[in-house]
């Protein structure tokens, strides 16, 4: 599991909603992956403060800044090569 497809099973992660053989997948990235173990426990700590308001949803805009928070660190690092510039508009 890379930072990509943590991300795409990070809202299902906090739903609850989520394989047991994923489960085990996601909790070993973050062993590994400091970027992602950060954004975890920040957004628990979020939607506790959300839950203590009102029910919870996981927002669209907050899961778009995490994904593009995460994916910003990974490549900063090293930890995840750049994927999304495989295009060049301006080839000269
Ligand atoms: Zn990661």
Do not use: W
């Not at 173990?37 to 979020?46: A, E, G, L």
């Not at 949803?57 to 090569?81: H, N, Q, T, W």
């Amino acid at each position: 599991m890379n930072c990509t497809d943590f991300l795409a099973k990070l809202t299902d992660y906090f739903d609850g909603e989520i394989e047991p053989e994923l489960l085990a997948e996601v909790k070993e990235h973050l062993g590994t992956c400091s970027h992602c173990d950060v954004v975890v426990n920040t957004t628990r700590k979020t939607i506790d403060v959300y839950r203590g308001h009102q029910p919870y949803e996981f927002p669209d805009e907050l899961s778009d800044r995490l994904r593009k928070a995460i994916m910003d660190r990974c490549v900063k690092s090293g930890v995840y090569p750049e994927v999304e510039k495989s295009a060049d508009p301006q080839p000269r």
